[in-house]
T-cell receptor, first 115, second 109 residues
Framework: NAGVTQTPKFQVLKTGQSMTLQCAQDMNHEYMSWYRQDPGMGLRLIHYSVGAGITDQGEVPNGYNVSRSTTEDFPLRLLSAAPSQTSVYFC??????????????FGSGTQLSVL | GQNIDQPTEMTATEGAIVQINCTYQTSGFNGLFWYQQHAGEAPTFLSYNVLDGLEEKGRFSSFLSRSKGYSYLLLKELQMKDSASYLCAVKDSNYQLIWGAGTKLIIKP
């Protein structure tokens, strides 16, 4: 049972480069999301999706794009990397958000450094 | 604004009991979650509270008081493997999760 698969585990970019973080889940979850985690701060929501073809912005969406063409996949694109995007990124999925007790399942994380 | 407060770090002894507090101020309330995160790993779900009172799950219990905007996670019979960060998160009126910065728990032998 794979759960949420997130790649790569580590990535180093130069300022201005672009890249895509991959996220896939095999639990048929409608809800998928991307967070960033920075020292001393809570997880911050970047973008989320409540189903295929539907995406929305979270708390810190600038500099990131997402798409949801299938239920399983939810890639995060960094358009032009900046040092401020150095962080640990987590993909998370759940069955839905309107069910208040719905827990999230997280991918293993991506440590991104932008030089 | 919305705010979740937790102590940054706590230290406890193996075999003992520790209580990690969380206070929150959010626009609406649709439940409170506790997650455990070992260093370098992903958060994993521990508990959920939506009604006032205590929820017990093995060595871990979670308490909620909605009128006080307060929750705690109680860990009993501490083991070295409990060394981790514990994240408190509240689901607001828009069903979005607001996360605390986490409490790093250090267990000493």
């Amino acid at each position: 049972n794979a759960g949420v698969t997130q790649t790569p585990k580590f990535q180093v970019l130069k300022t201005g480069q672009s890249m895509t973080l991959q996220c896939a889940q095999d639990m048929n979850h409608e809800y998928m999301s991307w967070y960033r985690q920075d020292p001393g701060m809570g997880l911050r929501l970047i973008h989320y999706s409540v189903g295929a073809g539907i995406t929305d912005q979270g708390e810190v969406p600038n500099g990131y794009n997402v798409s949801r063409s299938t239920t399983e996949d939810f890639p995060l694109r960094l358009l032009s990397a900046a040092p401020s995007q150095t962080s640990v990124y987590f993909c998370a999925s759940g069955q839905g958000t309107d069910d208040t007790n719905e827990k999230l399942f997280f991918g293993s994380g991506t440590q991104l450094s932008v030089l | 604004g919305q705010n979740i407060d937790q102590p940054t770090e706590m230290t406890a002894t193996e075999g003992a009991i520790v209580q990690i507090n969380c206070t929150y101020q959010t626009s609406g309330f649709n439940g409170l979650f506790w997650y455990q995160q070992h260093a370098g790993e992903a958060p994993t779900f521990l508990s959920y509270n939506v009604l006032d009172g205590l929820e017990e799950k093995g060595r871990f219990s979670s308490f909620l008081s909605r009128s006080k905007g307060y929750s705690y996670l109680l860990l009993k019979e501490l083991q070295m493997k409990d060394s981790a960060s514990y994240l408190c998160a509240v689901k607001d009126s828009n069903y979005q999760l607001i996360w605390g910065a986490g409490t790093k728990l250090i267990i000493k032998p």
